[in-house]
Structures are given as C-alpha cells and as structure tokens.
C-alpha cells in the first residue's frame, strides 16, 4: 500500500507570484517615469522654440552712442548700420547709407550711427583690423574718410599682403599723422571700440552683412536702397509726431 504523499506547500508558489507582480509593477513605474521625463524634455524644447523674440528696441547698448554718429543725439528715428570692411555687400551700400545720412543732415529727429561688426570667417580675414584702422583715424578726426577709402577700394588693399602699407598711404592722403595712426591701430583703445559694438550687434542678434535697423526694427536686404530707406524713415518720423501729438493733447484738453 502506497503511502499518502503529504500535500505540497504552496509557499513558494505564493512567493514567485509575489515577485512576479512586483516585477510587472516595477516595469509599469519605470516606463511612467520614463514618459514622464521624456514630456517634461519635450515641453522645456516646445517652451524654448515659443519663447517670443526679444524686442531689438530694448537690447542692450553695448557700445556708447554717437561715437560714430551724424545727426542728433536726441533724435526720434535712429538708422543703426552694422557693416564688414570686408563685405561686398557693405561696399555697395555704403553710398547708399551716405545719401541717406546726407538727406536728413539737419533733421533733428534723425541720426545715423554706424556699427563695426567684423565677421569672424576666413575669407575677411583683415576685417577686424580694418575696423580698427578707422577707429585709428577716428582718434584724429578722420573716421569716415578712412571709412570712405576702405570701402571704395576694398579689392585693392583686401588682395594686397602689404595692407597696413597701404591703409598708411591713406593716412597720409587723408593728412594724419602716420606714425600716431600706426600706434593707435597697435593700441588697445580702438581695439575695444570695435568690441563694444560687436557686442552690442551680438545683442540685437545679428548674424550677417550689412544690418540696417531703423528704431530697433531690422530692414530686410531687399529694402536696402535710399527709396526704401527714405519711404521707412519718414514713416517712423510720421509715428512719432502722431504719437508725440496724441499724448499731448489730453494735457491741452484739461488746461482748457
């Protein structure tokens, strides 16, 4: 006669049942917290793509205005150019930009002020220290004349090994004194002119050039021509007087 097998204990079922539900729930908290980063990631991206773009207007200064200015120092409408000595681009619309400066000489609501802003590519490779060279000249008086020779002959001293030579000969025609010139383009002064600016087109988030901003407001490349130019400026001064004029009516109104 056989002998009745004693029952089985049904603990270490009991206990791989445990672990296994524990393994299911621990496999459903990983992936929760995993989506739940993986949210929280795509949510700080989403929320950094829609941040608004800053307003240009409200950019920090960075570099001192009127340094290189003409027109007054409290006008309404400001044309702030940020151009390479090196640029193609900049050379054609640097007679451009002197007509339109030229055209609003007197206006008290007006001013222009040109930026330095040496792009950093091999290809202007002198652009910085171009840049420099007119704050040199500036040091004397003679900014934009020198400004004036480096744009119109960009392909001469751009191609020429012996380029510090020949910004020299400018100097000279432009009746500085030469050796001051070479020094102060040796110096550490003219050398953070040019950075102040560069940080300040940093600040406005420029990227290439020319860059021409009227009132903060950067106008297209295609628009950069004086019939442009005139037509947005005028629109600007229009908008000021009209603006300068509402506000001044309520206290008109209430002396009466």
Not at 86 to 115: D, T, W
Not at 166 to 179: F, P
Request: hydrophobic letters at 40%.
């Amino acid at each position: 006669m056989k002998k009745q097998e004693k029952p089985k204990s049904g603990m270490p079922l009991l206990i791989i049942g445990l672990v296994f539900v524990a393994a299911i729930i621990g496999a459903i908290y990983l992936y929760n917290s995993g989506s739940g980063s993986s949210s929280s990631s795509t949510a700080t991206s989403n929320s950094t793509a829609a941040r608004p773009t800053p307003n240009m207007a409200n950019a920090p200064a960075g570099a001192p205005v009127g340094v290189n200015m003409l027109g007054s120092q409290t006008a309404a409408v400001t044309v702030e150019e940020f151009a390479d000595y090196q640029c193609g681009g900049c050379a054609a619309v640097h007679p451009v930009m002197k007509e339109l400066a030229s055209a609003y000489a007197g206006n008290r609501n007006f001013r222009f002020i040109f930026r330095h802003y040496p792009l950093a590519i091999p290809a202007h490779d002198k652009a910085y220290e171009a840049a420099v060279a007119t704050e040199a000249a500036g040091l004397q008086g003679k900014f934009w004349q020198m400004q004036d020779q480096l744009f119109r002959n960009q392909a001469a001293w751009t191609a020429n090994q012996n380029y510090r030579q020949i910004w020299s000969e400018y100097a000279t025609n432009l009746g500085m004194d030469v050796q001051r010139f070479q020094a102060d383009l040796a110096g550490i002064q003219t050398k953070n002119r040019v950075q102040a600016d560069l940080e300040r087109g940093r600040a406005l988030g420029v990227s290439s050039t020319p860059s021409v901003f009227v009132n903060g407001k950067l106008v297209p490349f295609s628009e950069l021509n004086i019939n442009s130019l005139r037509r947005i400026v005028d629109a600007e001064i229009a908008a000021m007087a009209s603006a300068q004029q509402s506000n001044s009516a309520p206290a008109a109104n209430a002396n009466q």
